[in-house]
């Protein structure tokens, strides 16, 4: 029975120009590439089109690929770099955080119910608007891609001692947001009363 | 070990990556230490709440587009 081909074996094709062999290292990362860039962007449309401008840069730096870290890493390396680019450029612009926009007082307040339960925006909105990049980076390579302190070492390039210092302080800020800021009502129920995200 | 160096080792606590001599040394400290305890406890909440973030589905096939593109310089 064939199983599925080896990484090495398609990525040695892929370096020879295999399109097809390509296309399998493509369907195998296309899921953890958009997530990737979705947790560090907080915005789909923003991910979308930076995951596919990592696809594309990596399809064409391919036979540069020396078999120093594994594909995802590689791949997640060229994905840091476009980012750090995009944030470049964005920087220039100021960001709307929600924090800012004041929310009526009174009424039915639909802003607040609706937001009540979407956990997921949430935690979004907090490493988008609340933890700096560099914080953000690491803790979503190592918190939510499950990567280790070298691979995050080589992928952002850092020290192991760097890295371990940021990742600390990572995790103390996002803890922060929602533990000893306004958003405790989190850590009871997981469930957000926002307090801490919307000026209510 | 005191307060602040179990502080600064808390998120490897949390990687279960403490060596074996520091992870004993963490244990002991924790169990006479109701506020790093404490600390160390609100950390591991708020990586949960973190790791609750589902992952989606991407919103195409990112090989059409290197297909189409493919004609181009590589």
Redo the contacts between chains.
């Keep these: 029975m064939i199983g599925e081909p080896l990484e090495i074996e398609l990525v040695e094709q892929a370096k020879q120009?295999d399109?097809e062999a390509?296309?399998h290292l493509?369907?195998r990362e296309?899921?953890y590439?958009?997530?990737l860039m979705?947790?560090l962007t907080g915005d789909?449309a923003a991910a979308?089109d930076l995951?596919?401008e990592a696809?594309?840069k990596a399809?064409?730096k391919?036979s540069s690929f020396r078999f120093e870290a594994s594909f995802r890493t590689w791949l997640t390396k060229i994905a840091i770099n476009i980012f750090r680019n995009e944030h470049r450029k964005k920087a220039r612009h100021s960001t709307l955080c929600l924090e800012e926009i004041p929310v009526p007082a009174d009424g039915d307040r639909p802003e607040r119910v609706v937001i009540k339960s979407e956990?997921?925006w949430c935690?979004?909105h907090n490493l988008r608007y609340h933890l700096p990049k560099k914080y953000r980076e690491v803790?979503v390579l190592?918190?939510?891609q499950n990567l280790s302190?070298k691979e995050i070492s080589g992928v952002l390039g850092w020290s192991l001692s760097r890295t371990?210092t940021n990742?600390?302080r990572a995790?103390?800020m996002?803890?922060g947001q929602?533990?000893n800021g306004r958003c405790k009502a989190?850590?009871d129920d997981?469930l957000c009363i926002c307090e801490g995200i919307l000026s209510l | 070990m005191n307060c602040s160096e179990a502080k600064a080792f808390f998120s490897e606590q949390l990687d279960g990556t403490l060596s074996k001599k520091s992870r004993a040394a963490m244990r002991r400290h924790l169990e006479s230490c109701p506020n790093c305890r404490a600390d160390c406890e609100s950390l591991m909440k708020s990586l949960k709440i973190l790791k609750k973030l589902k992952e989606v589905d991407a919103p195409r096939d990112y090989r059409t587009t290197a297909s189409k593109k493919k004609g181009g310089k590589r």
């Design positions: 120009g399109n390509f296309n493509f369907v296309q899921r590439l958009f997530n979705l947790q789909v979308d995951a596919q696809f594309w399809f064409r391919m956990l997921q935690i979004l803790l190592r918190d939510l302190y371990k990742l600390h995790r103390r996002f803890r929602f533990i989190f850590t997981y």
